[in-house]
């Protein structure tokens, strides 16, 4: 099996692209929805996400890689709740905002669309794709 593609959202003036690259390294807690904390289960050491600023601009600005996971997040304190680590890859050359992400009718079933209130989602390797040839041209 290939490589599997998430979205995860972050308000970014609680945590930012920025903020990621200056750490290095980030912990990716806080999830309290079952289904976005299901996805941070199934999370493979490997796996690559778009970062998503949430809130403010509402668009896809970097891509992100799961250094390690299976972990329990540690803002839990009875440890119910799923954390994964994560690592900046790059930024996008140009930030995909929701805005054209809902205009396009090649990425409509795309669960960022679909589920729009979650905050960990899949991606297929084909919105993935799409994605990055609208962020990169």
Known sequence: MGKTYWLMK??????????LVAEGEGTWDG???HRA??????????????FYHSNIGKEIVGIVTISKSGITDPTDPEAKWAAVKVKPVR???RPVTLKEIKADP????????RLSRLSVASVTPEEWDYILSLAEG
């Open 10 to 19: 972050s308000e970014p003036d609680a945590y930012s692209w920025d903020d």
């Open 91 to 93: 930024k996008l050359v």
């Open 31 to 33: 999830v309290r929805n």
């Open 37 to 50: 904390a299901n996805n941070l289960r199934a999370m493979q050491i490997g796996d690559q996400a778009f």
């Open 106 to 113: 090649e990425l409509a079933e795309m669960e960022l669309v």
